[in-house]
């Protein structure tokens, strides 16, 4: 158990350094970090000086220690665009993101298991037959299309909720929420559907055919002639079974929930992280796009790294096989 | 005269006549859906490359355009001009017909161009790692892994904000094409180095590659001479498929406002400007581009699911 989680450990920082050399790079090779900084009246004094404050006039073995240092920190300096630290705007952004994904996580888990399990049960009806294949079109139609689709429906036709933005926040502490107020939770409705929308059907899929698999087994068979109602026996025995590779795929999928939401906030002008990082992109902004891609590689590392330990711990096979 | 028989001379078939015959075409004629999807993907793509033909104006060119012609519904005349649009005007009294389908254009330009760099890509890596194996088989999968880690969409954005911050402020709009080709292509060479490097492990212990190595040819000559042409087909595969989702990630990237620039919209961009008018009422300027994006994704894609069945032996 030991070798394979080092060896697991190993690679995920790996991972790590290879992205931050190219966060570091970014910051070296693209673009002069001066010319972005200051504006067209400025004197070589200005320049010198602020080279000199931002260590530009160092080698860069020695720029790229103190980056990860600080980076360590989460400190990735100044935004050339706004002008502020770069910590305090993520810092900003951040609640905004983490309230969204987490509602569309709750969402793709919470229907797509209960699709999955009703499809499987009733898996020659209507009802279910025509959950399935629209399912196919749910995941052929490109995100920012079914945002859009929402939009157009309930917002410009019924104009029951709220088009872009977040609503009303209340500040507990430094964190912005949402769920406090009527607006707030309204504006959630829609980006969460159209985020959740994709993990949603690829749940429901999952959930389905290991159902289908489980219930052909045994001890259903047995169970159903002990007098079992259908129940206990769809959530109780099949639905238990089931789970295994359903948290796996759960767990690989909040890493790319929190990446879509870029698509996402920006369909909705939600004020998160990935609006930032498009805005960020748009202008240049490397301090901005390092920080985010620091942060974002950390979150999938951590939950690839989490997922293989717990998959490890389930299936003993894998245990073997690592040493 | 001698009594020799006369030998029929051996029948060459065309490589036309051959294709017809073949088992993949043989599955095309029975599957309706293979048959629609290809008719579609057709009518689409030809509509794209003979679109200066079938346009009716140019929508590049200014001095066509007429602004009283701006927000013309679809086949209606204009309140000023009395001009008929088959699929109305956008803002600028661009015909949305034409710039839909200079647009498709640029979204198939990029989506092919961006598959093939990284079928070339990910054949030359997974080649060179599947023959050789050791350090460079190691070095080229690491960093297959390492990619792998993140969404490919997150990849392609963060390479075109790089090539972006270095192509000169100048130029950019000009090279944002090429640029957001090099992203998505570098995005998505992964699988295809994967398929291929597998591929290459398995032909390599066979006896026409040691039989060619006797002989003494070289590795790249047996690499792309006799291991290639037998691992195409997988790779056939995923590159259809691959060109639906290029197609798709690169109307997202342009729709995100990081892809193709205002003056040379991709349907992602025509996608992009349209939603700004959805709440005036003008959905045509939305709609059209919108569903053009999805007949084109969805045929696609449907085509290359169609091919990975027939193609796929086990399932026969």
């Not at chain 1, 991972?15 to 090779?29: H, N, P, R």
């Not at chain 1, 099949?238 to 879509?260: D, E, H, R």
């Not at chain 2, 794209?48 to 679809?74: E, H, K, R, Y």
Request: glycine fraction near 8%; include cysteine; proline fraction near 5%.
């Amino acid at each position: 158990m030991l070798p394979f989680i080092l060896k697991r450990v190993f690679q995920s920082l790996l991972v790590l350094i290879i992205t931050g050399a190219i966060a570091f790079s970014m910051f070296t090779f693209v673009g002069d970090p001066i010319d972005n900084m200051l504006g067209q009246e400025r004197t070589m004094e200005d320049v010198e000086r602020l080279r000199a404050q931002l260590g530009l006039d160092q080698p860069i073995p020695v720029q790229y220690v103190k980056f990860l240092g600080e980076a360590v920190q989460g400190n990735f300096g100044v935004s050339y665009r706004q002008g502020r630290e770069v910590s305090e705007i993520i810092k900003e952004r951040a609640p905004a993101t983490l309230e969204l994904a987490a509602l569309s996580a709750v969402f793709a888990i919470v229907v797509g298991i209960a699709l999955g399990v009703f499809t499987a049960i009733r898996r020659d009806g209507f009802v279910a037959n025509f959950i399935m294949s629209s399912s196919l079109i749910g995941v052929s139609l490109p995100t920012f299309l079914i945002g859009i689709l929402l939009i157009y429906l309930f917002s410009v036709e019924l104009g029951w909720l709220p088009s872009f933005g977040r609503g009303e926040v209340v500040r507990v502490g430094w964190w912005s929420t949402g769920f406090l107020t009527e607006t707030g939770l309204k504006a959630l409705i829609l980006p969460s559907i159209t985020l959740g929308l994709y993990q949603m059907t690829l749940i429901m899929r999952l959930v389905r055919s290991e159902m289908l698999e489980v219930l052909r087994q045994d001890y259903i068979r047995f169970a159903r002639a002990r007098g079992l109602s259908e129940r206990v026996i769809n959530f109780r025995h099949a639905l238990k079974n089931t789970m295994v590779p359903v948290i796996t795929v759960i767990g690989l999928q909040l890493g790319a929930i929190i990446a879509f939401a870029i698509i996402t906030e920006t369909v909705f002008q939600w004020p998160g992280l990935g609006l930032l990082f498009i805005n960020a992109i748009q202008f240049v902004d490397i301090p901005v796009m390092a920080a985010y891609l620091m942060m974002i590689s950390v979150m999938f590392v951590v939950i690839n790294l989490l997922v293989d330990i717990l998959y490890a711990f389930i299936d003993p096979r894998l245990r073997v096989s690592a040493k | 005269m001698t009594d020799r028989p006369i030998v029929a001379p051996e029948v060459v078939p065309s490589r036309m006549r051959r294709a017809l015959d073949s088992d993949l075409f043989y599955a095309f004629k029975r599957s309706p859906v293979a048959i629609v999807s290809a008719v579609v993907a057709a009518i689409l793509i030809l509509s794209a490359v003979f679109a200066p033909l079938i346009a009716p104006t140019n929508p590049f060119d200014p001095s066509s355009l007429n602004l009283m012609n701006g927000f013309t519904p679809p086949m209606a005349p204009n309140a000023f001009t009395g001009d008929t649009f088959l699929l109305g005007t956008d803002d600028q009294g661009r015909d949305v017909f034409s710039t839909i389908l200079y647009g498709m254009r640029i979204s198939l330009f990029v989506g092919f161009a961006a598959v093939l760099f990284a079928v070339v890509l990910g054949i030359f890596l997974g080649l060179l790692a599947g023959y050789f194996g050791g350090w460079a088989d190691s070095f080229i999968m690491r960093a297959a892994d390492v990619q792998l880690t993140f969404p490919s969409i997150l990849v392609a954005m963060l390479i075109f904000g790089i090539a972006k911050g270095i192509t000169p402020v100048e130029n950019r709009d000009q090279m944002a094409i090429w640029v957001l080709i090099l992203a998505i292509g570098l995005s998505d060479w992964v699988q295809f180095a994967r398929v291929v490097r597998g591929a290459t492990l398995v032909e390599k212990g066979k006896d026409y590659v040691s039989a060619a190595r006797l002989i003494g040819r070289r590795p790249y000559a047996i690499m792309l001479r006799h291991i290639l042409p037998n691992i195409l087909s997988p790779v056939l595969v995923i590159a259809t498929i691959s060109l639906a989702l290029a197609i798709i990630a690169e109307a997202t990237l342009s729709f995100l406002g990081v892809g193709a620039p205002a003056t040379q919209p991709s349907l992602g961009t025509l996608i992009r400007v349209g939603q700004g008018f959805l709440f005036s009422g003008e959905w045509w300027i939305l709609f059209f581009p919108a569903c053009t994006l999805l007949a084109l994704a969805l045929s696609v894609n449907m085509l290359g699911d169609w091919l990975r069945d027939a193609l796929n032996p086990r399932l026969k």
